[in-house]
């Protein structure tokens, strides 16, 4: 037999406890037993290389992807920090805000530049 209890799998996959995979597990695992020294050292390798391949794969994504996330946050970070040295905010949020938390009607509002208008004259 493998040293790998087949018989609880962690991955939670489907059938993993059905009658008939557990019995395909164990009869495998009972061929696998069967095989010579030098046919297990080659699987053992070539699952190795296999596993090895993968990572590399998995390894050359990776990097293009960190440095373009870094990038890009480094570009939003300074275009950020342009516009507040620029002064870019004009108040018109403060002033919408102030609108909605007035108690004055819609009504106000819709004059409103006549009302400024009249407190200046």
């Not at 018989?7 to 061929?31: C, F, N, Q, W």
């Not at 970070?77 to 938390?101: F, H, N, Q, T, V």
């Amino acid at each position: 037999m493998s040293n790998i209890d087949l018989e609880k799998p962690e991955g939670g996959l489907a059938g993993e406890y059905d009658p008939l995979v557990t019995s395909i597990r164990h009869e495998l695992d009972r061929s696998c037993a069967a095989l010579d020294g030098y046919t297990l050292s080659r699987l053992h390798r070539m699952r190795s290389d296999a596993v090895v391949r993968r990572r590399s794969r998995l390894q050359q994504w990776l990097v293009p992807f960190g440095a373009l996330v870094t990038a890009s946050a480094l570009v939003l970070a300074m275009g950020l920090y342009w516009r507040s040295l620029a002064g870019g905010d004009d108040g018109a949020p403060l002033e919408d805000i102030e609108i909605l938390a007035a108690n004055e009607a819609l009504e106000f509002y819709a004059d409103y530049e006549f009302y400024q208008w009249l407190a200046q004259n």
